[in-house]
């Protein structure tokens, strides 16, 4: 039998897009010459969600988090612009304490869209969040990067920049994600303008925008500017950005100012508790359920205080500790009780919903990093989940980002497509020539309707190994680690940038200089 | 915090138990000695099952599996038993095949018990198939074994009788399993004996019995009459045992002489076909299903003409191939589809449900194969499997069993035993004191909540890596097969054979030696 070379879902190829920005010659002509790349469209699910709690637990837990949200308060710190905005929509204010009646925040949130595009610049890789849809990015936030060669080290930009290009060349990432790893060698004060000229250039995907000061929101909405055009972005969605919770209850005012300056562009924020179980939360799985619950609730109320039907995604990131030692543990079952869970109160808000990833505590690529991602992966898919953060790359606790995690991880995220597409029944597929043709005690490997249908019929991955234990053997015996070492540095040096109109990538330029001129460098 | 030692899942100790058999002085005595043993009570699933075909596909996959039941046939090879069982029941015979009219299989299968107990030597470990309860068991069948020291060498019986020891150590194990590896150092045709010996003697779990020869099920049922007594083996069920189906469509008389002799003994089969998709079965999820649903059909009906009300679980091995190398590949999104909508099937029909395990194609037990055990062991929760054979120490497609894999998937079972359990609810658990106390801004690892939950709050690897880097780097900067290294040994070393009756052993010995003795060795 022939060899499978491309899978059904990959049907589209960044070779025939239309870039929006790009309508001079030269960008015509780069067009034309750069490599295709293989991408499949984000999952939509054809398969159910788990719900695993009752209709009753959901209304207990519900119930719980508005007494939370009203006897007990939540705090917003250094901010009295949103103390102001709570007091005006009927909140009681104590000092940062803000008591929100029940059935306040619910209400606000519904103004929030059910669904939003976000933009790329390569319509074709444009994204739905929210209904059936899952979208996949990368890792977020690691300060050292790991490789099989070097071992673990500080993260440079030009980790970050690799990073990038490995998610463009991965054809089940959807969306280039936000901190891949922090560039460390860069100024802090300075990293946010590499990073999005990272993902604006390297990439057509869509990606995340600074958060870490309200002024770096700022320039990543202006550099989009530049990128998508002014009028695009006024009225289009461009960047998704993570806003994280200070978890338990509490609100702060660098990510709240980054949430104000991008809910007033009408850009979209992920709006995410992030809890070790028994540190951050109860040690109980109700009790955190209850608590974010309740985080979620006051946090995207809070979006639509400062601009009612800006794009909001509804986050969890939750794990559990190790009583023994303290440390943070990942893929356990009651990070995935917590993820089905949260899923199901998103949908019952009518939210998109952002969890899971390819979470792990072990500090190589090795069993246990396989078993925890695969545990996380799977739960994020049947949780329902509409935008993975973190879906490749992860190592150590979210420490690390790991070159060969992220091409094995990525790899599997084929799989997850193909789960998600649920069962075929057509009358091709359901084979009953083929039964007959074959008949008992015969082989299927040269009929008429496997002839027809091999090549789309199996998930094939692109890196482990399926080959003969002899083959295997004399080849080296590699393992999953080595085989992903190869593919990572084939496919560094296959990558091609996606072609982008002169002009734009000289503002970008300008603009970045002019903003690294304007202040000193800070390293903290 | 204190250190947590126990899970609570882990409720029970074989050191409790009272033995059936064992009534004499001697037996009291090395129960006294002997050392406890942590054991789990089998899954009872708390959380729903995933149900991925809607009731018009399931319809449509039934009335094409009596399609092929009764225009194709199905057929019982070298048996004319069974054929005139058949044509008895109303079929028509055509030579070998068997044709079934349509709707008789489905009313044959209704006499089978849809739920039975499987009696192990200590009551406690009894487990009970069927309904929503799970029993786990070890890897089934591999010729080779692997250690990270040795690498891969054939299997012998001392390899055998430390499987058998592993998995009596294992917390997480229910079932001691079959042939755990070949022991290929014993002649064929005396194999089964000394397997059974080691499952009667190294452990008190429930044991499958021989399927490779209708005699060897019958000395199976003969030492199992010596082990819990000739009145309760006629009254109970001791034995599972399983039970291929040649798919497609065949049913050979090696094993279903087994089954013969299982059934008029009241002990359970599983039917099972078994299915490399693409080369059994057709190259689409649909077909395969329906094949599966005829087979089963055709099998476990057989079972019941055999004997009525005889206890059988209605088995799917499935797995696709890869169309480039041929390979059978594992943890694969087709195998997952098939595994769900089987369940359904199994539900639709009453019939306890055999499926999943810890299936991997990798050589080594690295990332590949923890990624495609942990995508099937999840799978075959959410599938609502009830027997799950292979569910630790698969490696290499089912050629080899692994001691270290073996270990680690056992220490992931008990992830499964966590998330199964599903959400507490209690007031307890919903933890309101917990978040009041706390409030916002503070931590929970002091409050009151979490110092009376924090024992049980959470699953925690006995195998896993949670240390900080710089301890995991100062001890050797282990991987997870290092660790399990570590751990198969201490295991090996620790274990002591539950107590067991003298008068019993020695009747078990005699009527090995006995066995032995009549026949001369056969190696092939």
């Known amino acids: 039998m022939g060899s499978v070379d491309m899978d059904e879902q990959v049907t589209e190829r960044a070779g025939r897009r239309r870039g929006r920005t790009g309508g001079g010659g030269a960008a015509r002509r780069a067009e034309r010459t750069s490599t295709a790349i293989e991408a499949a469209r984000y999952i939509t699910r054809n398969v159910p969600n788990l719900d695993i709690l009752h209709d009753e637990a959901l209304e207990i837990i519900e119930a719980n988090a508005e007494t939370i949200l009203w006897e007990i308060g939540v705090n917003f710190v250094n901010n009295p612009a949103a103390l102001a905005r709570w007091k005006d929509a009927g909140a009681e204010i104590d000092g940062e304490r803000v008591h929100i009646p029940r059935g306040l925040a619910r209400q606000l949130c519904a103004t929030a869209p059910r669904t939003f595009t976000q933009h790329a610049r390569n319509p074709e ?17 690691p300060p050292f990067v790991h490789d ?29 994600g936000g901190t891949v790893c922090e560039p460390t060698d860069v100024p802090v004060n300075k990293r946010h303008l590499d990073m999005l000229m990272a993902h604006m250039t390297l990439t057509d995907r869509p990606f995340m925008g600074s958060v870490t000061e309200p002024s770096r929101a700022q320039d990543s909405v202006e550099m989009c500017e530049i990128l998508f055009g002014k009028e695009f972005v006024a009225e289009n969605t461009v960047l998704t950005s993570l806003v994280n919770i200070n978890s338990p209850l509490t609100f702060d005012d660098t990510m709240m100012g980054a949430l ?51 794009p909001v995604i509804m986050g969890a990131f939750v794990t559990s500790i190790d009583m023994n030692s303290g440390a943070p543990t990942f893929g356990t079952p009651e990070a995935a009780q917590v993820t089905y869970g949260t899923g199901q109160l998103a949908r ?34 049947l949780a329902g989940v509409n935008f993975m953060l973190h879906a490749c790359g992860w190592l150590e606790g979210g420490l690390v980002a790991s070159y060969e995690k992220f091409v094995m991880d990525a790899d599997q995220l084929g799989a997850l497509h193909k789960l998600a597409a649920g069962i075929d029944m057509s009358e091709e597929a359901q084979a009953m020539d083929a039964i007959r043709e074959v008949g008992p005690g ?18 094939r991955s692109r890196l482990l190994d399926y080959k003969p234990y002899e083959t295997w053997s004399e080849e080296g015996a590699r393992d999953t680690v080595a085989l992903a070492s190869v593919k ?37």
């Open 488 to 524: 990572v540095r084939q496919m560094l040096e296959s990558y091609s940038a996606p072609a982008m109109d002169p002009g734009t990538r000289e503002a970008l330029d300008a603009y970045v200089a002019e903003k690294k001129a304007s202040m000193p460098d800070a390293f903290s």
């Open 442 to 459: 015969g082989h299927y490997l040269g009929c008429a309707h496997t002839q027809r249908n091999f090549k789309t019929a199996f998930w």
């Open 260 to 310: 104000e300056t991008y809910a007033a562009a009408n850009q979209a924020s992920i709006v995410s508790p992030f809890i070790v179980g028994g540190a951050m939360a109860p040690v109980s799985v109700a009790g955190t359920l209850t608590q974010v619950a309740a985080e979620t609730l006051a946090g995207v109320a809070y979006s639509q205080l400062v601009r009612a039907g800006a």
């Open 148 to 176: 099989a060669v070097s071992g673990r080290r500080y993260a440079t930009i030009e980790d970050f920049r690799n990073f990038v290009k490995l998610g463009h060349m991965s054809p089940w990432l959807h969306h280039s």
């Open 125 to 141: 890789r444009s994204v739905e969040m929210g209904g059936r849809n899952l979208v996949l990015a990368p890792v977020y936030g």
């Open 348 to 381: 019952r808000l009518g939210l998109p919903y952002r969890s899971a990833g390819a979470f792990c505590g072990s500090k190589l690529p090795d069993a246990q990093a396989a078993y925890e991602s695969a545990n996380s992966l799977n739960m994020g898919l």
